[in-house]
């Protein structure tokens, strides 16, 4: 039922643990026999699975039995009401996927993997890194009871390369780009027998990235939003995001879905944004320097192909400048009560963008991702607050304070 497909040749192969064409050397992507998983679902079958990204493997590349399972997905889909009236929105929605195993949507996608590399007997999990998935596969294989070996490059926020150590993984950590940590697993990939969950076992590894989508259309009562935004890295959230509507009608879970589809990037990172404002078929690659770290990939592997789903959908591509980024954060934070880390600052301002240019309506159902939890980047948010600092614990020094502060200026 679940086979591969060259996604440049459209060639069908063998399920196995592969990521190249023979043919034209194409990325490979798992295609299913939607109209045998159609006899085999439906609403009530989906609404009868566990609370997390296993009450879809019908449409999943893992085994099937007994998953191994942080405890990944159905995270929650939050009316964002405070937020909404902020920026005129009647219906937004904030997908918080900081609220994975690990803090970040990665869960997703590594939880597929790692099923993957346990089927096929790999005892190694290894990853090329911004900074989230090495967190990820470090606590896959910690309770999988493989060997991790994470490759960062250096400069990373602190918190997420000490959790990745905290599970145990092997850190390499690279004098370069993200996209030249990259190029190394890449070649590293054909010596070493290992499951690099985003380069050789990457086919199974993007399929985990539809979970998100499957879970905003289930949660809104088996209806595709009218907006979706999402961030972007190398693209594969995007482009699966597209691939999840299409599957759950393929199945007929749902009849139609007319979502359009936004890229969120930030200036100091924005290849694929670009390539959607310039009408180009093509990603031109880019030196990337953003605050937003885990978004930080100039030569993304699925670019063209986010880029292509985006304008299929008709959406947009967005590029905040950089000093929006820490706006975003703290606007969610302060009306939302999520602590989102720079990705999320990212689509916020995509977000305004998209309202201010008249892309997204006033009653228009849309959907934020916010993919990566802030208690990873707290030094982001060091000096924002109101702090009173009281020498001794008494309540007239404390009186004292509190009327220098009422005269001070609000911030917000
Ligand atoms: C990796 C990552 C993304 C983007 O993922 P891609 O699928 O590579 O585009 C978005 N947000 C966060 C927090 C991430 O870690
Ligand atoms: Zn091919």
């Not at 869960?107 to 790999?122: I, K, M, Q, S």
């Not at 070649?187 to 989508?213: C, M």
């Not at 879970?253 to 078929?281: F, K, Y």
């Amino acid at each position: 039922m679940k086979q591969l497909r060259c996604r440049e040749c459209g060639r069908l192969r063998e399920f196995e643990p592969a990521y190249v064409c023979e043919h034209c050397f194409g990325p490979l992507e798992v295609a299913y026999d939607l109209t045998a998983v159609h006899e085999r679902i439906s609403r009530d079958s989906i609404a009868g699975g566990p609370p997390s990204i296993w009450r879809y493997h019908e449409l999943l590349p893992a085994p099937i039995g007994d998953p191994l399972d942080l405890g990944t997905g159905f995270t929650p889909l939050v009316h964002a009401r405070n937020l909404g009236r902020v920026l005129g929105l009647e219906r937004l929605y904030i997908k918080n996927d900081t609220l994975n195993p690990t803090g970040s949507f990665k869960d997703r996608n590594v939880a597929v993997a790692t099923n993957v590399a346990l089927t096929y007997g790999f005892d190694t999990l290894s990853c090329s890194s911004t900074g989230n998935l090495a967190g990820s596969v470090a606590a896959h294989a910690a309770m999988a009871g493989l060997r991790s070996l994470v490759f960062i490059p250096a400069g990373l926020e602190p918190a997420k390369v000490d959790a990745a150590s905290a599970y145990g993984a092997t850190l390499v950590e690279i004098d370069g780009s993200y996209d030249d940590v990259n190029r190394l697993c890449a070649e590293l990939a054909d010596q070493y027998h290992w499951a690099i969950v985003n380069v050789n076992l990457r086919p199974f590894y993007s399929e985990g990235s539809k979970t998100l989508a499957f879970e905003v259309v289930e949660q809104l009562g088996w209806k595709a939003p009218d907006h979706i935004v999402v961030p972007v890295a190398a693209g594969s959230l995007l482009a699966k995001t597209a691939k999840a509507f299409q599957e759950l009608i393929g199945t007929g879970l749902i009849d139609q879905a007319e979502t359009r589809i936004h890229a969120a990037q930030a200036e100091g990172c924005a290849p694929v944004s670009t390539a959607i404002q310039r009408g180009a078929d093509r990603i031109t690659a880019v030196k990337a320097n953003s605050l937003a770290k885990s978004l930080a990939i100039g030569n993304p592997a699925d670019g063209r192909y986010a880029a292509r789903a985006v304008r299929e959908s008709g959406g947009w591509g967005t590029a905040c400048r950089e000093d929006e980024i820490q706006e975003g954060m703290t606007l969610l934070a302060e009306t939302e009560g999520i602590l989102s880390e720079p990705a999320g600052g990212v689509v916020i301002a995509g977000l305004r963008t998209l309202v201010a240019e008249g892309r997204i309506h006033k009653h228009e159902t849309a959907v934020v991702c916010i993919t990566g939890n802030g208690l990873k980047t707290t030094e982001l948010f060091n000096g924002h607050a109101r702090r009173l600092r009281l020498t001794k614990p008494r309540a007239a020094e404390f009186d004292l304070a509190m009327a220098e502060l009422d005269k001070a200026p609000a911030l917000v």
